[in-house]
């Protein structure tokens, strides 16, 4: 089975704090995603890599960054954290294919910003 | 723009067979269909997909119409575990890392 792990189930941090959030996938996947869940607003995209030191920007990538140094590993960074950056963090992961993999995700983060 | 239409909700008796629909009339040939779960507070959980035959894993089964405009997913003996909200998406077969986008999905309520 493939197990993608998030470093913490709930993180509260503050206002202009850097904040990292961690994802390892055990499955040797080449992608690696990390999405945002609100509700109402349903699943979003912030960043994803297709290869180790590779990073791509997805719908919503403003005010975060991402750091892929090994395969398994994909960190995701709020630079300043916001209030407005409180959510559901998701990280998933997939193999490289022709698109028809499927992502398999993470228990999540629920990240508070006070 | 919603590229697959879903039940709001659903229940279903313990032990029975859950079948869930999604119409995805506007599907085009190289779109896959993908079925999705989301426990409360949990990850989304991948459950099957397809492009043009039936599927079945451990999981469910996947039943593609013909014409590929609809799809059912089948829960062959639901537990109350399998309660949770299902989402049926598509998605192009080509190359690259798509994001998933879900709509509002199926509350599947499975009733002891």
């Given amino acids: 089975d493939v197990k993608v792990t998030q470093s913490s189930r709930y993180l509260v941090k503050r206002t ?22 609100d509700p109402g607003l349903g699943l979003r995209l912030i960043y994803f890599s297709y290869d180790v030191k590779m990073k791509e920007k997805g719908d919503i990538p403003e005010g975060y960054s991402v750091s892929r140094e ?43 910003i006070l | 723009d919603a590229k697959t239409t879903q039940p709001p909700s659903m229940d279903c008796a313990e032990g029975r067979a859950a079948n869930l629909p999604c119409n995805h009339s506007t599907i085009s ?46 829960l062959p003996h639901a537990t109350l575990r399998d309660t949770a909200v299902y989402y049926c998406i598509v998605l192009y077969s080509g190359g690259g890392a798509d994001g998933l986008t879900f709509g509002k999905g199926t509350h599947l309520i499975i009733q002891p």
């Avoid at chain 1, 850097?18 to 040797?28: A, G, N």
């Fill in chain 1, 70 to 112: 090994k395969k398994e590993r994909f960190s995701l960074i709020l630079e300043s954290a916001s209030t407005n950056q409180t959510s559901m963090y998701l990280c998933a992961s997939s193999l490289l294919g022709l698109g028809n993999q499927p992502q398999h995700f993470g228990d999540g983060t629920r990240l508070s």
């Fill in chain 2, 29 to 74: 040939g190289n779109e896959y269909v993908y079925w999705y779960r989301q426990i409360h507070s949990q990850g989304p959980q991948y459950i099957i997909h397809g492009l043009k035959n039936n599927e079945t894993n451990e999981m469910a089964s996947l039943i593609i119409t013909e014409d590929r405009k609809s799809s059912t997913l089948i």
């Fill in chain 1, 16 to 37: 202009g704090e850097k904040v990292f959030l961690e994802c390892v996938q055990d499955m040797d996947h080449e992608n690696m995603f990390w999405y945002r869940q």
